[in-house]
């Protein structure tokens, strides 16, 4: 294991994931107050066929190339969500789900397709199922790098709109901000944030990576910066060291292990958490009650 | 029967039984329940098949059953402690799917379960595994579950079918007139859960979501009542499998991608073309 951790190659792809983790735990935040948590798995599904399309296009595995095929399946998918709710009286959690199987099943016809013409599991596509960090190479890495350090700035450039935006819509709108603008800024980056996990943690658990590390950072501040910086923290550290466990086994796939990761940082969270932590809210509730009691009891006396 | 009667039987039942469940997870407004389940039902068969050491249709259904459950219940008690309910669904299905798959990629790797298969389902194995039943003779182990999963559904839907129109379109009068509504809704999630597990030999862990929601959402469009909407949706399911395996057939791919793909067309044409509810329909007569 340890003769792997130190050869460079290896070096940049925890260093990749790493970098992963951080930008989907900011995301991640951004849907959390959203209330669209549930968007990004519907999104990360909807990527598939257009992961397999740019592959049978251009007959290799270019993660640039693949990344913008998936990129463009899953804002047709964020599109196509949006109509059926708009036009008809689905509701939005059976519209998600709908696009999320439908195009889902698509990408398995083409990857079945992809898999036949290319001979075997040749094209390797099958690792955008469930995450493969092993299979990335230094032009991936690169890919990856840049990319979640471009969703990283937009963040960051724009938080005093993005503030405004998530929390106080009607006063944004006062101030001359472009609601749309920044609806189709924050689909923009959710899809980045997606498509760019797909090869390390793979199309199924993509949205773990931004829902769990968002969720476990509310548990420790109640300040919106703070909650990214954190939420960025867990992020990184699951993507690191679900990586690194992967590595030791030959072939294990790396998203579920990143995934495990970061569902210890939620329980740990959940349970010490020091915002309606679950200890400490069973310490304040007796604390409370003895305080009644000894209230109550004084009273009693007195009369 | 000959082997690609045993496939269409078999991709019927799905449809038929997954469309009568999914009516009321479209009017429950849970339909991503379904997709939770589906994903969580894995860690259940794969540590059924851990336990009993083999890939056996009572096992798998039971360990499917609880492991639905359990997710029910958990994705209920996390919303207790002020989780946002689709994100307390999200860390919840994800977590127990990644175990569910690493357990299978460290220890059940090279039995008869593999990422693969529960993932995508492989109908065409179906007709392979037999077994024997009084009066039906040799029928595939899936379908003869799939039938009686079909069974089990049909009853308590008859059974219950005046408890089930209250508590999903009116919760409060139901609870009021003092229909157990949390008993019935853990009961729905158990059909929910049987129901994905039976399908999950032949359609897989993804496809039986367009499976459970695409035939109910597509019904919707049609019609006001339910029963109308139980039986529309059924027909959808059934036609939806069909439909998926000629184009399978047609372009020789995987037979459950196409019919979950099936039950995407299905819904566009309803979208489009519903008398009451699609878009050219509200595009003529806006404003109703």
Redesign the interface.
């Known amino acids: 294991m340890w003769s792997l951790l130190i050869t460079s190659n290896t070096q940049w792809v925890f260093f990749s994931t790493m970098m992963l983790g951080i930008a989907a735990g900011v995301i991640g935040c951004l849907s959390y107050w959203k209330r669209q948590n549930l968007m990004s798995d519907a999104l990360s599904h909807a990527a598939l066929p257009g992961v397999v399309i740019a592959f049978l296009l251009i007959g290799e595995k270019n993660l640039l190339v693949l990344v913008i095929g998936a990129a463009v399946s899953a804002i047709i998918g964020a599109f196509s969500i949006q109509w059926i709710t708009t036009w008809s009286r689905i509701s939005e959690d059976a519209a998600m789900g709908m696009i999320l199987a439908v195009f889902y099943g698509l990408g398995i016809m083409l990857l079945t397709i992809a898999n036949r013409s290319f001979g075997g599991n040749q094209s390797g596509l099958d690792s955008f199922i469930y995450g493969q960090a092993a299979s990335m190479v230094k032009s991936d890495v690169m890919t990856m790098l840049v990319l979640a350090f471009v969703v990283l700035l937009v963040v960051f450039l724009a938080y005093k709109e993005w503030k405004i935006f998530l929390f106080d819509p009607q006063f944004a709108k006062g101030i001359g901000l472009s609601i749309r603008g920044m609806s189709i800024l924050y689909t923009s980056v959710l899809v980045i944030a997606i498509v760019i996990g797909i090869q390390a943690v793979g199309v199924i658990l993509m949205a773990a990576l931004l829902i769990i590390p968002a969720v476990s950072a509310r548990y420790w501040t109640q300040s919106f910066r703070m909650m990214l910086m954190l939420s960025a923290l867990f992020g990184g550290v699951s993507g690191l060291f679900g990586t690194l466990i992967s590595a030791t086994g030959k072939s294990l796939p790396t998203g579920p292990f990143i995934v495990v990761v970061a569902a210890a940082i939620f329980i740990i969270s959940l349970i010490l958490g020091k915002e309606q932590g679950v200890l400490l809210h069973y310490f304040q509730l007796r604390m409370q009650r003895k305080k009644a009691n000894a209230i109550g009891t004084k009273e009693r006396s007195i009369t | 029967m000959t082997y690609t009667a045993w496939i269409l039987l078999t991709a019927a039942l799905v449809g038929l039984s997954c469309g009568l469940i999914g009516v009321f997870?479209?009017l429950r407004?849970?339909?991503?329940m379904?997709?939770a389940i589906s994903?969580t039902v894995l860690l259940g068969i794969v540590l059924a098949f851990l336990v009993t050491k083999e890939v056996s249709g009572p096992a798998m259904l039971l360990g499917g059953i609880l492991a639905g459950l359990i997710t029910a219940l958990l994705v209920q008690w996390l919303q207790s402690?002020?989780?946002?309910h689709?994100?307390s669904?999200?860390?919840v299905f994800?977590?127990l799917?990644?175990?569910g798959?690493?357990l299978i990629?460290?220890s059940a790797g090279n039995a008869h379960l593999d990422?693969?298969h529960a993932?995508?389902g492989e109908i065409t194995f179906i007709p392979f595994h037999t077994i024997t039943l009084p009066l039906a003779g040799d029928i595939p182990m899936a379908t003869a579950l799939l039938m009686i999963v079909l069974f089990v559904v049909l009853f308590f839907i008859a059974a219950f079918y005046k408890e089930w129109k209250i508590t999903t379109f009116d919760p409060a009068l139901a609870a009021s007139i003092g229909i157990p509504v949390a008993a019935m809704h853990y009961l729905f999630m158990g059909l929910v859960s049987v129901t994905t597990v039976a399908s999950f030999d032949a359609v897989g862990a993804?496809?039986v979501?367009?499976?459970?929601?695409?035939p109910a959402?597509s019904a919707?469009?049609w019609t006001d009542k339910l029963s109308v909407m139980l039986i529309l949706s059924g027909m959808f399911g059934v036609s939806a499998a069909f439909t998926g395996y000629v184009?399978?057939a047609w372009?020789?791919?995987?037979i459950?991608?196409?019919?979950?793909?099936a039950?995407?067309i299905f819904?566009t044409v309803s979208?489009i073309f519903s008398p009451k509810?699609?878009?050219i329909a509200?595009a003529v007569k806006p404003a109703v």
């Open positions: 997870l479209i407004k849970t339909a991503m379904a997709d994903h402690l002020k989780v946002q689709d994100a669904m999200g860390i994800t977590t799917f990644a175990i798959v690493i990629a460290t990422v693969q993932l995508m993804i496809m979501v367009a499976m459970l929601i695409a959402a919707y469009l184009i399978a372009l020789d791919t995987s459950s991608g196409s019919m979950a793909f039950t995407g819904f979208f509810h699609g878009v509200k």
